[in-house]
């Protein structure tokens, strides 16, 4: 049978990328109480009357819809080591992170952690994520299993790792190589799954490793490439060290052959300008995760430079650095480290590199970011203020642009009252 709904709210979403720090913005498409129709997973129609008795529907009146956000980075795993306490990047992997991972070699316990983590993701307004689960396969298993269930897009891989990392957290190039070649056949490209070749960071990875995850993207251009790079003063100086024959940390990924239109670099706050430029060539995107640079201390990421230069940006919780998986939040710390250099990110900037502009910087800008007839219905209900303190703010906000910020910078999962994938509710307050 058919399955038909039609949603009446304030629908909110863009038609193009807005400019830095204009809040009236052509870009920005606002239809207040309207109707969004969705039919089979899909949405159908958006409309101002009211559709016919034959649509069941949900009155939303004086609430926001918005399409799902798209989380570009983090860490499924990491759920236990959120909020650590006293380490910059390279101390809090040992201390926290990697304890935590090293217990995902456990079958149960990564599927009990996949199912925690999706349903995390779900309960903030998050839709479509792209995700490290560990180094262990039956991990990467999991986390699209669980996805695959819940009908999400996601995009995922083995974590590859072969040296600098403690016993239990290790690969080797040729069984990393088995591994990956085995889960891209079962789920690259199955249901609304997609694989991404997955480097920890260059550091733990050998030369071999990384020209052997090069391979796999050569030989599919489909495949995604996730990795970190640049995120700490201290990485930036040990990779110097471990690759002396690299123009810059970059530099490492573009010579393996991981720099490309797929590929999806977390953090990129110690670049220089030709490093800027090789990610405008090449189409790879920075995946921003303030919270987290805030958290760790590692630094504050240049946006201007990076979009002036023509380098994609999205937006990304990175939790577990990232002290929370509500992308309203992570929004709201972009703001503050764009503060901290002087300029002002308008809550159009950051909606679009958390939606639309994530979307088609992961070539998926068919499919979701929009609230477009056509696209998989993956979108999110949410009131405009949760308590009286932004509720007062609200009901004094004055035009659309403060009103969007207020709720931005006030708002959290609190706000959120249902969460639709591919048209099924799959989270409801």
Not at 227 to 252: G, M, Q
Not at 305 to 317: R, Y
Request: with cysteine.
């Amino acid at each position: 049978m058919t399955k038909r709904i039609a949603l009446r709210g304030d629908l909110l979403d863009f038609t193009a990328e807005p400019d830095w720090g204009v809040t009236e913005s052509p870009a920005v498409r606002f239809r207040p109480d309207h109707w969004l129709l969705i039919e089979d997973g899909r949405i159908a129609a958006v409309q101002a009357e009211a559709p016919g008795d034959d649509w069941p529907r949900e009155d939303h009146a004086g609430r926001l819809i918005l399409p799902g956000f798209i989380d570009t980075h983090v860490h499924s795993p990491q759920l236990d080591v959120i909020g650590s306490y006293g380490s910059e990047l390279l101390d809090w992997l040992n201390t926290y992170t990697f304890p935590a991972e090293r217990r995902y070699a456990d079958p149960e316990l990564a599927a009990s952690g996949a199912a925690l983590f999706l349903a995390a993701l779900l309960a903030h307004g998050t839709t479509a994520a792209v995700v490290f689960p560990t180094v262990h396969k039956v991990s990467a298993d999991a986390l699209f299993a669980g996805a695959a269930e819940r009908g999400m897009r996601l995009i995922a891989g083995k974590v590859l790792m072969d040296r600098h990392a403690p016993d239990g957290l290790r690969d080797d190039v040729v069984q990393a190589e088995a591994d990956c070649r085995e889960l891209i056949a079962r789920w690259h490209g199955r249901d609304r799954l997609a694989y991404a070749v997955t480097v920890r960071f260059a550091p733990t990875s050998t030369p071999a490793q990384l020209a052997m995850a090069g391979r796999l993207c050569a030989e599919d251009p489909t495949l995604y490439l996730q990795t970190h790079v640049a995120e700490n003063r201290d990485e930036v100086r040990w990779v110097r060290e471990l690759f002396p024959e690299a123009r810059s940390y970059l530099d490492v990924y573009a010579r393996a052959g991981l720099l490309h239109a797929r590929s999806v670099l977390a953090h990129g706050i110690w670049l220089d300008d030709a490093d800027r430029a090789a990610l405008r060539e090449s189409g790879a995107q920075i995946a921003h995760s303030p919270s987290s640079n805030l958290f760790l201390g590692s630094g504050l990421f240049d946006w201007r430079a990076a979009e002036a230069a023509g380098a994609a940006v999205t937006l990304a919780s990175d939790v577990g650095g990232g002290t929370s998986l509500s992308m309203l939040r992570t929004m709201a710390d972009a703001y503050k480290v764009q503060a901290m250099a002087h300029q002002r990110l308008t809550a159009w900037k950051a909606l679009h590199a958390s939606t639309r502009g994530a979307a088609q910087a992961l070539s998926l800008g068919h499919e979701i970011g929009s609230l477009e007839p056509g696209h998989a219905a993956d979108l999110c209900v949410w009131d405009w203020a949760a308590g009286p303190v932004a509720q007062q703010r609200m009901a004094v906000a004055r035009g659309l642009h403060e009103k969007v910020f207020a709720w931005l910078t006030l708002g959290d999962e609190r706000c959120l009252v249902t969460s639709i994938v591919n048209g099924a509710v799959r989270y409801q307050r």
